[in-house]
């Protein structure tokens, strides 16, 4: 079946600092979503992107809908300790069900 | 986007019995889904909760171990049946409306002993 690939599996940062993190699939999707994830809570949408080459804003996060359609990337800026959580990548082809990465743990250092 | 209530939010259970986890949502959504997240692990999907009938499974989960209920647009059940050690997982009811993307709930944390 169809997965997702995210990169890196973990970050360790320094407050202030920019982070970039990546989902690759071996197949096209037609939306890509990018979640948050703290402890004991469900996941938290971010941003959504429906169009290849897509480029989207929420606040100090960006998010692309790669132009091959089997990339995203998912970049903040300035990070702060409040950005600390698991963030998963998911993606959707037509209408089927949603797959998500395995995710990428952010840690922010004071 | 929708508002959902996931009951409980967490539970320790007993090998051998069952749990059913409730999800009831503030509006009217065209589709309700289920899944599982283990431990340190991703979100997969269990299922999809169809109103007024049988619960549409993936591959894995099977419908006497999931059991699923939706009899309106606003709410559905889960049952882990038959608990295992091995169903100690976070639990997360996720909906979507015509157009709209997945919404979760916060979870249920179930851990059984």
């Known amino acids: 079946g169809q997965q997702l690939n995210q990169s890196p599996q973990s970050m360790f940062i320094q407050e202030g600092e920019d982070v970039s993190m990546n989902c690759t699939s071996s197949?096209?999707?037609?939306?890509w979503l990018w979640y948050k994830q703290e402890p004991g809570e469900g996941p938290v949408l971010l941003i959504a992107l429906y169009k290849a080459g897509e480029l989207t804003s929420n606040g100090r996060l960006t998010a692309q809908f790669g132009i091959t359609r089997k990339d995203s990337f998912l970049n903040i800026s300035a990070s702060i300790p409040s950005d600390v959580g698991i963030y998963f990548c998911a993606g959707d082809n037509y209408g089927q069900n949603f797959v998500f990465g395995p995710g990428t743990r952010l840690s922010v250092l004071p | 986007s929708a508002v959902i209530s996931q009951k409980p939010s967490r539970d320790i259970c007993q090998r051998g019995t069952s749990l059913t986890i409730q999800c009831q949502v503030d509006s009217q959504v065209t589709m309700m889904f289920w899944y599982r997240q283990q431990p340190g692990q991703s979100l997969t999907l269990i299922a999809t909760?169809?109103?007024?009938?049988?619960?549409?499974?993936e591959s894995g989960f099977v419908i006497d171990k999931f059991p699923i209920s939706r009899p309106n647009l606003t709410f559905s059940t889960l049952t882990v049946s038959n608990m295992s050690p091995e169903d100690s997982s976070i639990y997360l009811c996720?909906?979507?409306?015509?157009?709209?993307?997945?919404?979760f709930g916060s979870g249920t944390r179930l851990t059984v002993v």
């Open positions: 197949s096209i999707f037609n939306t």
């Open positions: 909760a169809n109103q007024g009938s049988e619960a549409t499974y």
């Open positions: 996720s909906v979507s409306g015509q157009g709209q993307n997945l919404t």
